[in-house]
Structures are given as structure tokens and as C-alpha cells.
């Protein structure tokens, strides 16, 4: 019953959450079937609590998961339900207005239990902040740009008229709105209205 539920409802290499799964059996019972197909093989566990469907590949031993991946669908988004999104230099990074990868990932998040800790996920080290609002689908790269926007000097490399460029360049992308932006500004530092006014961002907003 529990392998034909995963197969259907999880693809290959995606993790599963046993605290996610809906069957009518009790949580005992269930950890108990996560391990008789685990010791078995039909499925692989990644870590507590934490499996996945094999995948197929040419390399020995297969294909796993990477704890990049298991922290994106624990903390940021699974199941089409959105938590959170990637903040301070790793957002930076993915947008080029730096060259430094960072060896921690940071992430604001709904699960996130304390206002700032510092979590591992296998041996990723992760900053996991509480956000200051609930993040939603909808509101998610709105408050993800406003968190970069605060403490924007800290992050660019160089100057900070190309930053603007490209972050002016993602908000076009996004079709981000003014009325948006008002609607979550008040809840950061006033120096991010100076940050906004020198990136002049307000004349990008639609």
C-alpha cells in the first residue's frame, strides 16, 4: 500500500517527508512500513524521517539527493505550498550582484522556529530566519526583494548602479507593482527607503 502511495504521488529523487504522508494508519505503524521497504530497497532514506524513490542511473551506486534539494522542499516550498524563499548572500548570488558562493545557505521560512538559528541538513549549514510576515505564494518575492533591498551595500561587489540594473531586471521579470511594495514596506528599517531611492528602483515598479 505505502510503495504504490509514494510511486504515484512522488517522483524519483524528490525527498518524502513521512510527517507529510496521509494514510489511515496510525504514525508507529507507518515508520514501520517507511523501514520494511527501506531494508528491503524499494526506497532509500536520507535521514530521519527524510526517504526517497530511487532514480535511475548509469553511475555506481545511483543517483541521491543533495542536501540543497532536501532543504528547498523542507523549508521553501513542497506540494505547490510556499514557506519561504533563499535571503541574504544566497539570494544575491543568484541574482550575480555577487561572485561569492556561500558556503551556507540562508533561508526565510514558516518552519523557521526561532528568530535566527543555525540548522545542518546532513552537512549543509543553513541560517534559517523567521519572516515578518507569513509568506505566502503571493507574497514571497516581494518580501525575498524587500529583505535584499535593507542591507543591499553588503552584498554588492562592485558598483552599485550595475546591482540596480540587474535587480531593476527582476523586478520587470516579476512585474512587481508599487502597490505591492507599499503594502510590506513598513515592515523593515527606514534606511530601505534610502536604499530604494539610490538603486532608484521606485521609477521600475509598474
Known amino acids: 500500500m505505502l510503495l504504490e502511495y509514494l510511486q504515484q504521488n512522488y517522483k524519483a529523487n524528490e525527498p518524502i517527508f513521512v510527517s507529510d504522508i496521509e494514510l489511515p494508519v496510525t504514525d508507529t505503524n507507518l515508520r514501520q512500513m517507511f523501514k520494511v521497504l527501506c531494508d528491503s530497497g524499494q526506497i532509500m532514506r536520507y535521514d530521519t524521517g527524510i526517504y526517497y524513490l530511487k532514480g535511475v542511473s548509469k553511475l555506481k551506486g545511483g543517483t541521491t539527493l543533495s542536501a540543497s534539494e532536501v532543504a528547498r522542499y ?49 552537512n549543509q549549514k543553513i541560517i534559517l530566519r523567521k519572516p515578518r510576515t507569513q509568506i505566502t ?7 525575498q526583494l524587500l529583505d535584499l533591498l535593507k542591507d543591499i551595500e553588503l ?9 540596480a540594473k540587474r535587480i531593476g531586471a527582476y523586478v520587470k521579470e516579476l512585474g512587481l507593482r508599487r502597490t505591492e511594495i ?25
Open 182 to 206: 507599499d503594502q510590506y514596506i513598513g515592515l523593515y528599517p527606514d534606511r530601505i527607503y534610502k536604499n530604494i531611492y539610490e538603486t532608484r528602483l521606485y521609477n521600475v515598479f509598474a
Open 137 to 143: 505564494g503571493e507574497n514571497c518575492c516581494i518580501l
Open 74 to 122: 523542507k523549508y521553501i516550498s513542497r506540494n505547490n505550498q510556499v514557506n519561504g524563499y533563499y535571503s541574504g548572500y544566497t539570494f544575491a548570488n543568484q541574482l550575480g550582484l555577487t561572485t561569492q558562493v556561500p558556503f551556507t545557505i540562508e533561508i526565510v521560512s514558516n518552519k523557521a522556529s526561532a528568530k535566527c538559528r543555525e540548522v545542518c541538513v546532513k
Open 155 to 163: 552584498y554588492v561587489d562592485d558598483d552599485i548602479s550595475d546591482a
